[in-house]
């Protein structure tokens, strides 16, 4: 049964309120996917978007590879294989087959609505890859003609909760003034990562908001040690776009070649050269000018920093650095409880870089592809599902109020600086030494110091309204910084992108994955991958 929308800006500016069938948060792929699946099965659904849904977040403002194989059977079987042993064996397939499905299903959908693919040679459509700006512009036209509300600029704060359900959200008008209310039978949250501001492309508005409010509910995480992604950059930009790189040659302060220094098996050596050193690089690999010619054509905005600086990237030395990028190409995520993405709250959904990508990539991911799959698939998964239960549930009669999910309990509530919040969970999450070259000293030591920030700050408060969404960011990378470190303690072996210099090796005796619950005291469970299906693991 459809439930009547109401228009927010007919409401007074502190209670503007909606009723709806499915409430999507998050703008992104996941997002649009899941309002496009909710709404072809006929709910009346409101997306909900930090942003502007169409240019915000990581996707927007760059080209993604897609992990896109047509389906044959060896070809699946190659692509599932391709990226199991770099994920650690976590991964499975009764996952990845129903992701390459819905993801073949879905960019075919693109190419048929008239996204311009390229073409090769003999004119046939390469279905690989789309340019972000054009394809969630795109993606945006689409929910908004399927009679999606799109509210832009409307980030949510909490979801709504009751009787051990979540039927809901609230959250600010950043444009009008005052606060929102949604009611509604579902909940998809698809509010993507946590990059912690680190400036990496795209990701400033990525900050774990939905880890936070799925945590709050009480939904549990998954494979938040895999969260240890650094993307190379130019020192003076944002750009985080590494595909380019593999064309690439590293070199020390002196300008001598860095032995065994790469984009993909060579990043922890320019990691460890900036421990103690600048790196610069060039794109000396590149060769001929048709090459080059090419390389500009396929990542445009790559070269635009460059081109105001008078730089030129094949012939010059430039300065790099690598950029956190967080769960945002890791893929630590709210748990998910089967292939109708719901987590484990009745009411709630996960979509993208939101939720675990460990069934597809295990314990290593990157840019693009499989994030890009990932995204589409999960989104459309729950969307379909949000939209069946919000169904199921539309004649249950309520009995109290809905309230706000809350499970902090520290007791502190003074204003709070959300800037100076922020720097403090920075400096505990961007040194390499601490976060990249993982030790159990180092994760102890800035974990104690996340957990005092935690406590101090939890259930502060906001200066004015003003306020409210930089403080809720904040505390949001507090809860995002403190599953991390948890988890890196816990697993003690190196497997996927989590590295622990102090145990270097991959233990077969640790092949299970780590479920996390709880915000001011966070328990760990193991969960063991047999055969597809999940089951806990002995203690």
């Known amino acids: 049964m459809s439930l009547p929308l109401q228009d927010s800006r007919s409401l007074p500016p502190a209670t503007a309120g909606i009723t709806c069938n499915v409430l999507v948060i998050g703008g992104g792929p996941a997002g649009c996917w899941a309002a496009l699946e909710a709404a072809g099965a006929g709910a009346n659904v409101v997306l909900v978007d930090k942003g502007y849904c169409g240019s915000s977040g990581a996707t927007a403002s760059a080209g993604t590879q897609i992990w896109y194989v047509p389906p044959e059977a060896e070809a699946l079987d190659a692509a599932m294989a391709s990226r199991e042993a770099m994920g650690g064996y976590l991964s499975e397939r009764s996952w990845m087959a129903p992701v390459l499905d819905k993801t073949f299903e879905n960019v075919n959908r693109l190419a048929d609505w008239g996204y311009p693919f390229p073409r090769d040679e003999s004119g046939e459509q390469q279905r690989i890859s789309v340019q972000g700006p054009e394809y969630m512009r795109l993606l945006r036209r689409r929910v908004k003609n399927a009679g999606v509300a799109i509210l832009d600029h409307h980030p949510a704060i909490r979801l709504l909760t009751e009787d051990g359900r979540v039927v809901g959200a609230t959250g600010l008008r950043r444009q009008q003034g005052g606060q929102w209310r949604v009611a509604a039978g579902a909940v998809v949250l698809a509010t993507g990562g946590c990059a912690f501001m680190s400036k990496a492309l795209g990701c400033d508005v990525l900050t774990g908001d939905g880890y936070l409010m799925g945590a709050e509910a009480g939904a549990e995480l998954s494979g938040m040690e895999f969260s240890s992604a650094y993307a190379i950059s130019p020192a003076f930009a944002s750009i985080t776009k590494t595909a380019l790189y ?35 690089a060039r794109l000396d690999l590149a060769g001929s000018d048709e090459v080059k010619a090419i390389l500009r054509r396929a990542q445009p905005n790559f070269f635009v920093p460059f081109d105001r600086r008078g730089i030129d990237p094949f012939t010059e030395f430039f300065e790099v650095k690598l950029r956190l990028e967080g769960t945002v190409r890791g893929t630590g995520g709210l748990r998910l409880t089967g292939l109708d993405c719901a987590t484990t709250v009745a009411g709630l959904y996960a979509a993208g870089d939101n939720a675990t990508r460990e069934p597809i990539c295990g314990g290593f991911t990157g ?8 995204a589409m698939s999960t989104g459309a998964f729950a969307g379909a599902a949000a939209a069946a239960f919000a169904r199921e549930k539309a004649e249950r009669p309520r009995n109290d109020p809905p309230q ?17 919040i922020v720097r403090a969970v920075q400096d505990e999450v961007f040194p390499l030494d601490i976060n990249y070259f993982r030790t159990h000293s180092g994760l102890s030591a800035a974990l104690a110091r996340l957990d005092a920030l935690w406590t101090r700050n939890a259930a502060a408060t906001a200066a004015d309204e003003s306020q409210i969404l930089p403080l809720r960011q904040a505390q949001a990378m507090i809860a995002t910084a403190r599953f991390m470190y948890r988890a890196a303690l816990a697993r003690t072996e190196t497997r996927g992108m989590h590295r622990r210099e102090d145990f270097p090796n991959q233990d077969p005796a640790q092949h299970f994955r780590l479920v996390l619950s709880g915000l001011d005291d966070v328990t760990i469970r193991r969960e063991a991958v047999i055969t597809g299906i999940y089951k806990e693991a002995a203690e």
Do not use: C, M
């Not at 840019?367 to 990932?374: M, Q």
């Open 246 to 280: 593999r064309f690439a040659q590293f070199y020390d302060r002196d300008h001598s070649l860095i032995e065994g220094a790469g984009s993909a098996r060579g990043r922890s050596i320019i990691a460890r050269t900036l421990l103690s050193q600048p790196v610069y």
């Open 367 to 374: 840019g693009g592809s499989h994030n890009a799959a990932w």
């Open 404 to 420: 706000p999910a809350l499970q902090t309990t520290a007791a502190r509530k003074e204003p709070a600086d959300p800037a100076a």
